[in-house]
């Protein structure tokens, strides 16, 4: 993680110099001590590293990391709240920070932070994922009439599918899918009803139109589990530095053209995206076989990261 280069967005004030040289040494000494799991140690190196030059960046945001690490999260929070007043906040300080801030209820804090990385870039993964679930969070309250409303979708997601008007073959293959109500068909994605032996466009056509007239659509309870998957991914990926590769697109791992056009089918475009999958739902598009699956497999192994596996 301490090598990783760090991008900046658009800041505040900035901060008179201190000892450059004296705060590199002590980066320096916290990476050997982190290289030799002396966590302790490290945290150590990064105060002494912050003490000598309180304007230095990179030792502020290190420092706010490990602590963040090992549940120091009040001083963390301090220190991630210093690198966001700096002209060149690091995004990863903010990220960070707008997860705290979340995690503690402060979704207007939240929200600050994750639009100040949106407003140097527009289409950042992380950022935007997070977006969501601070906009969702922050708006959401309950009363009767939203507890009646909720208990009214809940009943409709368990409507069994063999209640709706669907012609016997397309009844059939969700019954072989094991597809028995309503909200197991928002679960699924277009292609993998096409990935079904003997589930065609006609089928699909003819269930994506009975789902319209209730204003849905398939997939549309999956992609919130996506997101929340994404996030501990990236979570995970924080605490072994690997969290850099996560926002990259899928094209810079080189893949065969069979790999890729599975991975488009499944609107896979980012490696985070990629990693929050499991094995059957690649090896359940249409002309994925293992050879591409040990392809994938190898590409995200060669940068520490695997696929999702299912507990």
């Known amino acids: 993680m301490m090598s990783d280069p760090m991008d900046v967005v ?71 709240e210093r690198c966001a007043k700096s002209p060149s906040a690091p995004i990863n300080a903010l990220i960070n920070l707008a997860v705290l801030y979340e995690d503690r209820g402060e979704y207007v804090q939240a929200e600050k932070c ?10 950042h993964p992380r950022a935007l994922l997070f977006m969501k679930d601070v906009v969702a969070s922050k708006d959401m309250y309950f009363d009767e009439e939203q507890d009646r ?15 709706f008007e669907l012609t016997v073959r397309a009844r059939n293959c969700l019954k072989k899918m094991n597809i028995r ?10 292609a993998e009803l096409l990935a079904y032996k003997n589930f065609g466009e006609t089928s699909l056509t003819e269930i994506k139109q009975m789902l319209a007239a209730k204003n849905l659509r398939l997939g549309q309870r999956a992609d919130e589990q996506q997101r929340h998957i994404q996030r501990e991914i990236f979570d995970r990926a924080r605490a072994s530095g690997r969290e850099g590769y996560l926002n990259k697109s899928v094209a810079e791992l080189n893949l065969s053209v069979r790999a890729r056009k599975a991975l488009q089918m499944l609107n896979i475009r980012t490696i985070s995206e990629l990693c929050a999958r499991t094995e059957a739902e690649l090896m359940g598009v249409k002309n994925f076989g293992q050879t591409s699956l040990v392809e ?5 192994s060669d940068l520490g990261l695997s696929l999702r596996e299912v507990d």
């Open 10 to 80: 658009i800041g505040a004030e900035e901060s008179a110099p201190g000892d450059p040289q004296a705060a590199a040494q002590r980066l320096d000494a916290a990476k050997k001590a982190q290289n030799e799991g002396d966590r302790a140690g490290a945290i150590a190196e990064l105060r002494r590293a912050v003490s000598a030059d309180p304007s230095n960046q990179e030792a502020l945001f290190q420092l706010a990391f490990a602590l963040d690490l090992v549940g120091e999260e009040d001083e963390a929070l301090a220190l991630y």
């Open 114 to 123: 994750l639009r100040q990385v949106l407003d140097t870039n527009p289409n």
């Open 149 to 163: 409303d909720l208990a009214k979708r809940n009943a409709l997601l368990d409507t069994p599918v063999t209640d």
């Open 181 to 190: 109500t309503l909200g197991d068909l928002l679960r699924i994605s277009e």
């Open 296 to 300: 994938i497999k190898e590409r995200l």
